[in-house]
T-cell receptor, first 112, second 112 residues
Framework: KAGVTQTPRYLIKTRGQQVTLSCSPI?????VSWYQQTPGQGLQFLFE???????NKGNFPGRFSGRQFSNSRSEMNVSTLELGDSALYLCASSLSGLSGYTFGSGTRLTVV | ELKVEQNPLFLSMQEGKNYTIYCNYSTTSDRLYWYRQDPGKSLESLFVLLSNGAVKQEGRLMASLDTKARLSTLHITAAVHDLSATYFCAVPISGGYNKLIFGAGTRLAVHP
C-alpha cells in the first residue's frame, strides 16, 4: 500500500519568504501530525490534524501554521522564514495510536 | 511535562556483541514506540509497545516496556554493520491527540 507522501523533498528559500509543505497520508488515515527535526533541538511536535481540525499544537511561533483538507491531505506553512527554520520537516499519519505512526520521507528546508 | 531520556546517546559497538539502549520517561504512559533513522532519511517504525510487559522481537532487535518503571529497552543481539543508525523512542502525551515526545536518539555505530 502507498505510504505517506511528502512534497517537495528539498527546498531552498531566502529569509523572509514563505513556504508551503504538503503531506498525503496513508489512505484511510485521518490523523496527520507534523514534526520538525534539527540537530540542536531533535524532533519536536508542530501540530496534529484530525478530520480537518487542529487538535493539538506544539510550542512554535504563529509563523507556523497548517491545515487539513477533506481528503486528509495536510499542508503546513511557514511565513517570514528565518535561518533557524532550516530543518527536516516530517509528517506522520495514523489510523490510531494502537497501530502506530507512519512517517513520510520528509521535506528538507534550507533557509539562506 | 513529559520528558523522554535515552541513553546512551552514542554507542560504538563491535560486530557480534550485545548491547541495550534505555529509554526512560517521566509521566505515566502505557504505550511507547521505537524508530530507526538512517542518515538523511525519515523515521522507520520498529516496534509499537502497547502495554506493560510487552516484548517484541524483530531479527537482532528486541524491545520491551515496563510501564511501572517508566522504562523501555531496545536490546541488540550479535550486532551487524547494517544496524548502524540512530534509534529513537517516543512516548505519546496522555490525552494529547497523537502528540509524541521523542528521546534525543541513540547513534549506533557497528564496526568490525
Amino acid at each position: 500500500k502507498a505510504g505517506v507522501t511528502q512534497t517537495p523533498r528539498y527546498l531552498i528559500k531566502t529569509r523572509g519568504q514563505q513556504v508551503t509543505l504538503s503531506c498525503s497520508p496513508i489512505s484511510g488515515h485521518r490523523s496527520v501530525s507534523w514534526y520538525q527535526q534539527t540537530p540542536g533541538q531533535g524532533l519536536q511536535f508542530l501540530f496534529e490534524y484530525f478530520s480537518e481540525t487542529q487538535r493539538n499544537k506544539g510550542n512554535f511561533p504563529g509563523r507556523f501554521s497548517g491545515r487539513q483538507f477533506s481528503n486528509s491531505r495536510s499542508e503546513m506553512n511557514v511565513s517570514t522564514l528565518e535561518l533557524g527554520d532550516s530543518a527536516l520537516y516530517l509528517c506522520a499519519s495514523s489510523l490510531s495510536g494502537l497501530s502506530g505512526y507512519t512517517f513520510g520521507s520528509g521535506t528538507r528546508l534550507t533557509v539562506v | 511535562e513529559l520528558k523522554v531520556e535515552q541513553n546512551p546517546l552514542f554507542l560504538s559497538m563491535q560486530e557480534g556483541k550485545n548491547y541495550t539502549i534505555y529509554c526512560n520517561y517521566s509521566t505515566t504512559s502505557d504505550r511507547l514506540y521505537w524508530y530507526r533513522q538512517d542518515p538523511g532519511k525519515s523515521l522507520e517504525s520498529l516496534f509499537v509497545l502497547l502495554s506493560n510487559g510487552a516484548v517484541k522481537q524483530e531479527g537482532r532487535l528486541m524491545a520491551s516496556l515496563d510501564t511501572k518503571a517508566r522504562l523501555s529497552t531496545l536490546h541488540i543481539t550479535a550486532a551487524v554493520h547494517d544496524l548502524s543508525a540512530t534509534y529513537f523512542c517516543a512516548v505519546p502525551i496522555s490525552g494529547g491527540y497523537n502528540k509524541l515526545i521523542f528521546g534525543a536518539g541513540t547513534r549506533l555505530a557497528v564496526h568490525p
